[in-house]
């Protein structure tokens, strides 16, 4: 069972990248899904999540209006746009999945770390003046 994050690269201030993160070795349409990142010298921060259907998700404040999470789980894929990027965007970006698929257990814990159980390996993102 594995998440995979793609798209991670190096883009001007004020630029657009597309991340991916593909799942394998099981279906992952069931399961919520985030976005966390960790830039230098900071701990791992929530960016965005989406629930299982992808009729709820939740951006974190510093990049509402930016990022936009979204799925498509015939492919098993979850994507996050990420538009106005800024230097402090800088960071490793890591996707995640959770399990358990109930709306209320997703609305309490979607910026939780440890509420996952999948993580990927992550995906550089450098953001350049």
């Known amino acids: 069972v594995q998440l995979q994050a793609f798209g991670g690269g190096l883009v001007q201030a004020g630029g657009s990248l597309r991340l991916s993160c593909v799942g394998s070795?099981?279906?992952?349409?069931?399961?919520?899904m985030g976005w966390f990142r960790r830039a230098p010298g900071k701990e791992r921060e929530f960016v965005a999540a989406i629930s299982w259907s992808g009729s709820i998700t939740f951006h974190a404040d510093s990049v509402k209006g930016r990022f936009t999470i979204s799925r498509v789980n015939a492919e098993n894929t979850v994507y996050l746009q990420m538009n106005s990027l800024k230097l402090e965007d800088t960071a490793i970006y890591y996707c995640?999945?959770?399990?358990?698929?109930?709306?209320?257990?997703?609305?309490?814990?979607?910026?939780?770390?440890?509420?996952?159980?999948?993580w990927g390996r992550g995906t550089l993102v450098t953001v350049s003046s």
């Open positions: 070795g099981r279906t992952f349409s069931n399961d919520a």
């Open positions: 995640a999945a959770a399990r358990d698929s109930r709306s209320s257990a997703f609305s309490r814990n979607y910026h939780t770390p440890t509420w996952y159980n999948y």
